[in-house]
Nanobody, 115 residues
Framework: QVQLVESGGGLVQAGGSVRLSCAAS????????MAWYRQAPGKQREWVAT???????NYADSVKGRFTISRDNAKNTVFLQMNSLKPEDAAVYYC?????????WGQGTQVTVSS
């Protein structure tokens, strides 16, 4: 059983920064991809960013240039550095991992952005 545990969320002012962490119970290099998603109240969960096993990254247009996804294989942790935060970035952020077509999710961490 894979466990993903997010941390780092909280209240931040618009224009500020926060770094989310996702600690995995399994060696993260065993995952094909790891990603961050988010879900705001009343909205569907949306994809934010992905990092592949090879280290390639992709971002949603809404966060490109502001967010950075990275990984520390030694710590089995994936990060999401979020800069220049906007009120519309407020959401519950979920860590996601894919291995041989099976998806795993964390419990989510809340990010609140005050204007």
């Amino acid at each position: 059983q894979v466990q993903l545990v997010e941390s780092g969320g909280g209240l931040v002012q618009a224009g500020g920064s926060v770094r989310l962490s996702c600690a995995a119970s399994r060696i993260i290099s065993s995952f094909n991809n790891m990603a961050w998603y988010r879900q705001a109240p009343g909205k569907q969960r949306e994809w934010v960013a992905t990092i592949t096993a090879g280290g390639n990254t992709n971002y949603a247009d809404s966060v490109k240039g502001r967010f950075t996804i990275s990984r520390d294989n030694a710590k089995n942790t994936v990060f999401l550095q979020m800069n220049s935060l906007k009120p519309e970035d407020a959401a519950v952020y979920y860590c996601n991992a894919v291995q041989i077509g099976v998806q795993y999710w964390g419990q989510g961490t809340q990010v609140t952005v005050s204007s």
